[in-house]
């Protein structure tokens, strides 16, 4: 009698919050965009519209017919739910789906309440949604950030039901447009072909975009995406939208096109074997789905994440970069203390901040002298390094640079001493024969154990050695044998717990050691979102370090990601190409070297110190300022792209010539975000030793105006040439 009281009480009072609030409207605005949210008259919430930002408060009364529900329960064409839940009139693709405790499958979802309040850098809408039938919320959150033009959303669903609840789905939020066509541009990739776009109509029905592979999540695919509205996706005008999900497990973007001709983007949780047992009064909270509505075309939406990020989005994104030189490529697995004091020297000589030590430097019983063993015993390997990390921290002091080390703390061997210790902390069928990817398991990060564990890689290197400067944080394998021991019967939580369990850590360690820089790697770039981004300063793009393919890559991440957050090292990939080639490229973003100076020859040697320092000196433009991408690797045999320092004072042009055709057209390079009314010196920097600029334009001085009208003659007729351009207002 008293659950039945409750109900009734719990059904009037919803319905008496969706009688006094009909028609409600709800605005949530950057500079550039408004997104309408308004109130029905059955009591549901409802997006309007979502387009360029209306001049005139007054013009929103206009859109309340869109709203309005047919007799037959059916709703306008532009009266699209906010939140629609599964077992509604909607016969498309729902954001939410629960099974109750009674078996019912079906969720309607009514507004309640909202509100906003000021957070840092903008503006936050919380909306409150509740079923009339069941006590189940959802929660709605908008952050909009006016100056940048960006808008994060994410959803909480709670229940206060007599059992637990299943969530079979769990949309991030869900976007409508009604346009005459849509375009998506998507990001494909594999290991050492990251970013690779694609592009094609989107007809009736639904394209999906998902990956399944829990951790490494993004090897097949990213998790971001480009839908141009009216028009096929383009640089330089028209009107697309940007998006990307914060989540470093599997992903689901749905987009699908409805029997009118309308669009619905659906970014989400990958539901798959994620069948998601709700307790009451727990929260389930999705991830961030981050996304622009650009008027002007992908280079300034990408400018506008690059702005985001920056200030909101990856740790210290206002923070300064450490050059770097890699032991990987130059000694593999084979080394000792003194070849790497040796390359520590290097480093110094080379002009860099820090060496970093990549894999090889642990385990015992089963030292790490290949893949196949000691992943998961982060102990030094005595034999090899003696006198330990502390050794190593003193030699980089000696040498007079920073020490950084490599880690892979969520992975095991079987071979190792953690294996044998603690079988039961790995992921890994019962009763089945085991499949190993790349020799190794993943840990289960969705027990606290686990986590405490992987914590405390990180933080008992700190704790001896608080000079370590640099974490380089890898993950090479996704989830197989997919079971928990830890999770038992609720296997279907175990892709999202394991995901939060990393988190957890992640946090601990931001939490303990906020100022130690870290790079995001998992087999190059199949870690690459802005959730894990928090916690990280960079992420390695790619594996592939042959600058003539990082080009494509670097094209493709810099699509959401600003340079600062893209680490790019120049080795010894594609050695027909020149070490200024391959500087040239690294230099476009955070840069770092993984060679020794052996290899190099004095011209070479001296090139390198001197883009080293050119590099440093102009941070403030690569780095901080404003890119423009203007010469597109898809388009052309040539890339070009400028980046602008903010006070528009200092601008850096790099510009590359990749297999240029017989005797092809060349087309001069027109820079973009310079002052018109200055005056601009044209210096082309990082030469190679007694060479001597061939570049027309070079000392002459011109302005903003006629550089960006007319433009610079900078590409050429020979193959992998680059051409790094200095313009200094005076």
């Not at 859109?63 to 016969?91: C, L, P």
């Not at 969530?167 to 009604?178: E, H, K, P, R, V």
């Not at 974490?471 to 997919?482: E, R, V």
């Amino acid at each position: 009698m008293k659950t039945l009281l409750a109900f009734i009480l719990f059904a009037l009072s919803s319905l008496t919050y969706v009688n006094a609030t009909d028609n409600k409207t709800i605005r949530i605005s950057t500079k550039d965009t408004d997104l309408i949210l308004q109130v029905g008259e059955n009591g549901r919430l409802y997006q309007t519209y979502l387009g360029e930002k209306l001049l005139h408060e007054q013009d929103l009364q206009h859109f309340q017919w869109n709203i309005h529900a047919g007799s037959d329960g059916s709703v306008s064409k532009r009266g699209w739910e906010v939140y629609g839940g599964s077992g509604n009139e909607d016969f498309f693709e729902p954001a939410i789906s629960i099974t109750h405790h009674d078996g019912n499958p079906s969720t309607i979802l009514y507004y309640v309440s909202s509100s906003d309040k000021a957070v840092e850098g903008g503006t936050e809408t919380t909306i409150l949604l509740r079923d009339d039938r069941y006590p189940v919320e959802v929660t709605l959150h908008y952050i909009a950030y006016p100056k940048e033009n960006i808008i994060k959303t994410w959803s909480e669903i709670r229940h206060q039901e007599k059992k637990p609840v299943t969530l079979s789905s769990y949309a991030s939020t869900m976007l409508y447009f009604n346009n005459s066509g849509y375009y998506l541009t998507e990001f494909s990739s594999d290991w050492a072909k990251e970013a690779q776009m694609s592009s094609q109509q989107l007809q009736f029905g639904k394209k999906v975009i998902d990956t399944k592979l829990g951790s490494r999540a993004a090897m097949h695919t990213h998790p971001f995406f480009e839908i141009g509205l009216d028009q096929p996706v383009n640089e330089h005008q028209g009107t697309v939208l940007m998006g990307t999900l914060g989540w470093t497990g599997n992903f689901r973007f749905t987009f699908e096109v409805d029997n009118v001709g309308n669009l619905r983007v659906i970014p989400a949780i990958n539901p798959y074997a994620s069948t998601y047992e709700l307790k009451a009064n727990e929260v389930f909270t999705t991830p961030e789905f981050i996304f622009t509505l650009s008027n002007n075309g992908t280079g300034q939406g990408s400018r506008n994440f690059h702005e985001w990020a920056r200030n909101y989005g990856i740790k210290d994104g206002n923070g300064p970069r450490l050059t770097l030189l890699n032991n990987w490529e130059n000694t593999a697995f084979n080394f000792n203390e003194e070849k790497l004091a040796a390359l520590m020297k290097e480093a110094k000589h080379l002009g860099v901040d820090m060496f970093l030590l990549d894999d090889g430097w642990f385990g015992n019983k089963y030292p790490r002298k290949n893949d196949r063993a000691g992943l998961g015993d982060w102990e030094v390997t005595r034999d090899k390094l003696p006198g330990g990390i502390p050794a190593l921290v003193r030699s980089a002091k000696d040498a007079g640079v920073k020490f950084g080390i490599w880690i892979e703390p969520e992975m095991v061997n079987p071979k190792s001493e953690l294996f044998e210790k603690h079988p039961e902390w790995v992921i890994k069928l019962p009763n089945r024969e085991t499949y190993y990817y790349r020799h190794q398991l993943v840990l289960d990060l969705s027990n606290p154990k686990v986590q405490d564990y992987v914590y405390n890689v990180v933080a008992d290197i700190l704790k001896e050695n608080p000079e370590t400067a640099f974490f380089k944080w890898d993950c090479n394998s996704p989830i197989t044998n997919i079971y928990s021991p830890y999770l038992k019967e609720k296997q279907g939580q175990l892709y999202i717990d394991h995901v939060r369990g990393i988190y957890n850590v992640m946090k601990r360690v931001k939490a303990n050691y906020p100022d130690v820089p870290m790079m995001l790697c998992s087999g190059g770039g199949a870690r690459c979102d802005y959730e894990a981004l928090k916690y990280f300063t960079e992420f390695w793009c790619s594996d592939n370090t042959d600058p003539i393919e990082r080009i494509y890559i670097q094209w493709g991440f810099s699509q959401f990601f600003p340079a600062k957050a893209m680490c790019a090292h120049v080795t010894g990939w594609n050695k027909s190409t020149s070490v200024k080639f391959r500087t040239d490229v690294a230099s476009m973003c955070k840069l770092g070297f993984d060679l020794g100076l052996k290899e190099l020859s004095a011209d070479e040697l001296t090139y390198c110190q001197t883009a080293v320092t050119n590099w440093k000196r102009l941070q403030a433009a690569i780095m901080d300022g404003v890119q423009y991408r203007l010469v597109s690797p898809y388009q052309s045999n040539h890339m070009a792209v400028n980046y602008v320092s903010r006070d528009t004072d200092k601008a850096v042009l790099f510009a590359y010539d990749i297999y240029p055709r017989f005797q092809e057209k060349l087309m001069p390079v027109r820079l973009q975000g310079l002052n018109p009314d200055k005056r601009y010196k044209v210096e082309e920097i990082n030469l190679m030793p007694s060479v001597k600029s061939a570049l027309k334009a070079n000392g002459k001085i011109y302005s903003g105006d006629y550089l960006m009208k007319v433009g610079l003659d900078v590409f050429g007729t020979a193959i992998t040439q680059s051409h790094v351009i200095e313009l200094t207002a005076q």
